[in-house]
């Protein structure tokens, strides 16, 4: 069982940046691919960024590259998620993930385990 808690939302200005916090309550967090997705209002939620169980390989969606950087601290058992230049569509709840396997995963359906979400305003 892994239990998963985010933090770090809020709101911000256009440009700005925010760094989201996930920490996992559990022993094996080394064996476990991360991954961040967000949900805005009246839309399905959507991949935003996976990272591999050693941290040394990642992936974006097209729509934060460049933006976004994920991270993990394994001695912390928490994985990151650090938001430069946003935009309004940003705004969103963002969702970290838990998935068991070798490799790095886009899709929710690989993913076993969710956190409840943190809220993201982006707006003047």
């Known amino acids: 069982q892994v239990q998963l808690q985010e933090s770090g939302g809020g709101l911000v200005q256009p440009g700005g940046s925010l760094r989201l916090s996930c920490v996992a309550s559990?022993?094996?967090?080394?064996?476990?691919?991360m991954g961040w997705f967000r949900q805005a209002p009246g839309k399905e939620r959507e991949f935003v960024a996976t990272?591999?169980?050693?941290?040394?390989?990642?992936y974006y969606s097209d729509s934060v590259k460049g933006r976004f950087t994920i991270s993990r601290d394994n001695a912390k058992n928490t994985v990151y998620l650090q938001m430069n230049s946003l935009k309004p569509e940003d705004t969103a709840v963002y969702y970290c993930?838990?998935?068991?396997?070798?490799?790095?995963?886009?899709?929710?359906?690989?993913?076993?385990?969710w956190g409840q979400g943190t809220q993201v305003t982006i707006s003047s």
């Open positions: 559990t022993r094996t967090f080394t064996e476990n691919i």
């Open positions: 993930a838990a998935a068991f396997g070798s490799l790095m995963a886009t899709k929710q359906a690989s993913y076993n385990y």
């Open positions: 990272i591999s169980r050693s941290g040394v390989n990642t």
